[in-house]
């Protein structure tokens, strides 16, 4: 159990154009899901956190209005990246909460390359 | 605020021997958690230890281990019996109290056979 699935895989896409990512928590309900973004030999930087129902939280320095994200359901959230460009270009990666004896495990999807032309 | 280090950009091992990657942070939360991540090449984040800060005993998992030094604010990953299938990055990550997770800059292990 606790699967956490993300669509597409990769993407490239035209500079000014905008795309959708999607994640799924496939054998649990995640009232929490987390958006990482990780650039080629660097780690992990937390981009927001994402309440089913609420507004995301951002961290500072990441905009908010470029990148949008919808929790619309338990089981699902999606990052947009709007008006795309090449510095967009990164390996996202996104984790759903799951309850786990009083406390929580944060499960990763597998991730999805975008490259920005 | 938080910050986790990792100061060893690569280490490598041979096979079947043991290997110890350190990680140190900072914070001023009493309570928390330490995790260890692999993320091999297909990018997937695997979790390998979780270790809470409130308890003293080291986790343990298979042949994977750790030595959590509180005071000295340092977290450290023993791999027993190195396999190949072990070669990856490996990122420590502390927990907040707002359970967003902070992530070192990751360790490079390379195992030789």
């Known amino acids: 159990g606790a699967v956490v699935s993300q669509h597409p895989s990769w993407v490239i896409c035209k500079s000014g154009t905008s795309v959708k990512i999607e994640c799924r928590s496939l054998?649990?309900?995640?009232?929490?899901m987390f958006w990482y973004r990780q650039f080629p030999k660097q780690s992990l930087m937390l981009m927001a956190t994402s309440n089913e129902g609420s507004k995301a939280t951002y961290e500072q320095g990441v905009e908010k209005d470029k990148f949008l994200i919808n929790h619309a359901s338990l089981t699902l959230s999606t990052l947009t990246v709007t008006s795309a460009h090449p510095e967009d270009s990164s390996f996202y990666i996104c984790?759903?909460?799951?309850?786990?004896?009083?406390?929580?495990?944060?499960?990763f999807g597998p991730g999805t390359r975008l490259t920005v032309t | 605020a938080q910050t986790v280090t990792q100061s060893q950009p690569e280490m490598s091992v041979q096979e079947a021997e043991t290997v110890t990657l350190s990680c140190t942070y900072d914070t001023s939360e009493s309570d928390y958690y330490l995790f260890w991540y692999k993320q091999p090449p297909s990018r997937q984040m695997i979790l390998v230890i979780r270790?809470?800060?409130?308890?003293?005993q080291n986790a343990t998992e298979n042949r994977f281990s750790v030595n959590f030094q509180k005071a000295a604010k340092s977290f450290s990953l023993k791999i027993s019996d190195s396999q190949l299938g072990d070669a990856a990055m490996y990122f420590c990550a502390y927990r907040t109290n707002t359970d967003k997770l902070i992530f070192g800059t990751g360790t490079r292990l390379q195992v030789f056979p």
């Open positions: 054998d649990f309900q995640a009232t929490t």
């Open positions: 984790s759903a909460a799951r309850p786990q004896r009083g406390n929580y495990e944060q499960y």
């Open positions: 270790q809470e800060a409130y308890k003293q």
